[in-house]
């Protein structure tokens, strides 16, 4: 043998597992009848059969219409797949699923929402100042430190009447010549 040749030659090996896929009733060259069978295949037998001898009163008059169903299904559950995967890891996905929690997972623990809490504050709502008052200059603002710092509803309504109204004259050059007009010594 040269070189070459012994250098071209490839072995390969395969499981029966990885050429199979998992069934039951296979030993060696003898298989079960009309098997080997999925474990979809036996369990809609076992549970179809059980299901058929509980009920027998209830179909016996339909002959063997109910029997050649249970054959049906078994052999339509061979190989199904639902979205590509078998009957058991869709089953499971499904229960992992619903077992999720509903905000989901952060680092592997269950995201939970914050608990709720209060925002507390509060504003007043004052008159416009009157152009006459805004202007001479403002006193600085003082605090008044007895308040507390949440006063009730009650405490914030005033019982006092407000300042009447001080007369103010026009401040705009358009209000000047509409109160001119008012008076009729505006343009003819």
């Known amino acids: 043998m040269s070189a070459a040749a012994t250098a071209g030659r490839v072995g390969r090996f395969y499981t ?69 995967r078998a009957p058991m890891q869709a089953a499971l996905g499904w229960g992992l699923l619903i077992w999720q929690p509903q905000g989901g997972r952060i680092g592997g623990r269950a995201a939970r929402d914050r608990a709720p809490h209060s925002l507390l504050g509060g504003f007043t709502i004052e008159d416009t100042p009157s152009p006459a008052l805004a202007a001479t200059p403002s006193r600085p603002a003082q605090r008044h430190t007895s308040r507390a710092p949440y006063p009730s509803p009650s405490a914030r309504r005033r019982t006092e009447p407000a300042a009447p109204a001080v007369p103010v004259g026009p401040v705009s050059g358009v209000q000047q010549l509409l109160a001119l007009a008012e008076q009729g010594g505006g343009v003819q």
Do not use: C, E, N
């Open 16 to 84: 029966s597992a990885r050429r199979h896929p998992w069934v039951l009733g296979k030993v060696a060259d003898w298989k079960i009848p009309l098997g080997p069978y999925t474990p979809a295949q036996i369990a809609v037998a076992v549970g179809g059969g059980f299901l058929l001898v509980k009920t027998i009163s209830w179909w016996s008059m339909l002959g063997p219409i109910p029997i050649a169903a249970w054959l049906l299904a078994i052999w339509a559950v061979r190989r199904p797949k639902i979205r590509g």
